[in-house]
């Protein structure tokens, strides 16, 4: 890692049907590129059913084969807006590459996937996404904190990357970068959790009806368009979640 560069963690999201398939091999991959970066693994329950007590053994067992991974799990199924939240707010850093699980990380010639990240994060220290995707990014905590964090009302999987774009822009008048980079490959499996009612692909229907009937307004006049299909503007004010992590990160060293 450059000298200049601060440090990161890593946060990584998954559940019970990608634990084999796509878990197992990208927590290997990142730590033979980067042994000891911090790793949290943000570990979603079931929609319907009870946790799978053979997958909670198997996954945790995993991990503890690893130094510095420290697993988050939930019981039952909770939106990937608190999955990210909560990574951000476990990892010990300012800073974290938020990743789905259903990645490759590559290396060839001597290079790997973290020396690029790396490159790039010594450029770009805020919040930016990698190849245009919010699959992979890198989330500044105090950027969070200003712009506020991912929307909890969306409570299953989807809108949540636009709402948050849209809300960055508002703030800094702004968009979120995008920096292209290689030696990351993006399987985008349409393996979920059975349990919720979908939209598009893994998308929750909750969620895209809840942006598009209740949070946001198309508008003709003004507006911003961001991610979504139209121009909108937020019809439905924000409630302040976890409003006293800033006091904590001004703070926590002074204990």
């Not at 890593?10 to 730590?31: G, H, Y």
């Not at 996954?59 to 990937?80: D, E, G, H, N």
């Not at 938020?98 to 996937?113: A, Q, R």
Request: net charge negative.
């Amino acid at each position: 890692m450059p000298e200049q560069l601060a440090p990161y963690s890593v946060v990584i999201t998954t559940f019970d049907k990608r634990f084999e398939p796509f878990l197992v091999p990208l927590l290997a991959q990142i730590k033979e590129q980067r042994p000891h970066i911090e790793v949290i693994v943000v570990i979603n329950g079931p929609a319907r059913g009870v946790f799978d007590e053979a997958y909670r053994a198997n996954i945790l067992s995993y991990l503890a084969r690893f130094p510095k991974v420290f697993p988050t799990m939930f019981p039952s199924f909770q939106s990937l807006a608190k999955l990210w939240n909560r990574g951000a707010l476990t990892a010990s850093h300012d800073h974290a590459l938020i990743l789905n699980d259903d990645l490759e990380l590559k290396s060839e010639n001597g290079t790997c996937f973290f020396d690029h990240l790396e490159a790039a994060m010594a450029t770009h220290p805020g919040t930016f996404k990698i190849n245009g995707s919010f699959s992979h990014f890198t989330l500044d905590k105090r950027e969070l904190i200003e712009v506020g964090f991912f929307d909890e009302r969306l409570l299953g999987l989807g809108e949540e990357d636009g709402d948050f774009y849209w809300r960055f822009y508002k703030k800094f008048k702004k968009e979120i970068a995008s920096v292209d980079m290689g030696l990351i490959d993006n399987v985008q499996s349409d393996l979920a959790d059975d349990g919720y009612t979908k939209g598009i692909r893994t998308a929750s229907k909750f969620n895209r009806e809840f942006i598009q009937n209740e949070k946001y307004k198309t508008t003709l006049i003004g507006g911003y368009r961001g991610m979504f299909d139209k121009k909108v503007n937020q019809a439905l004010e924000d409630e302040k979640q976890y409003p006293y992590e800033l006091f904590y990160l001004e703070n926590k060293n002074k204990l």
